[in-house]
């Protein structure tokens, strides 16, 4: 089980990025994508849960981030809009074969994680 992550870097605030995760040795489609971001200084929060039907996704993003998946590529997208100052952190994918989304998801859910983006929003 691998997930790799690509995309990041610098937007404006009200800027838009868009994150991608790859997936290997499994099928997105019988299993969780999570999102989480970890700001400086502060835990790792989570943002968003999708079991490939359901999505789930924490206050501070409803509205504004949106994932989407192309199984054909087994990969995840974590699309950003309206940027923030305060969603300025490291972020991360995240799966397990054992557990699917709930409304509840921490990252004790999760056992296989990416290896991080950087999101910087700063004018």
Not at 16 to 24: D, I, Q, R
Not at 56 to 65: A, I, L, P
Not at 110 to 120: E, L, P
Request: with cysteine.
């Amino acid at each position: 089980v691998r997930l790799v992550q690509s995309g990041g870097g610098l937007a404006q605030p009200g800027g838009s990025l868009k994150l991608s995760c790859v997936a290997s040795g499994f099928s997105l489609v019988s299993h969780p994508i999570a999102w989480f971001r970890q700001a400086p200084g502060k835990q790792r929060e989570g943002l968003s849960c999708s079991n490939g039907g359901t999505t789930y996704y924490r206050d501070s993003v409803k509205g504004r981030f949106a994932i989407s998946r192309d199984n054909s590529k087994n990969t995840e997208y974590l699309q950003m809009n309206n940027l923030k100052s305060e969603d300025t952190g490291i972020y991360y994918c995240a799966t397990d074969l054992e557990m699917s989304c709930d409304a509840d998801f921490t990252e004790g859910y999760f056992g296989a994680w990416g290896q991080g983006t950087q999101v910087t929003v700063s004018s």
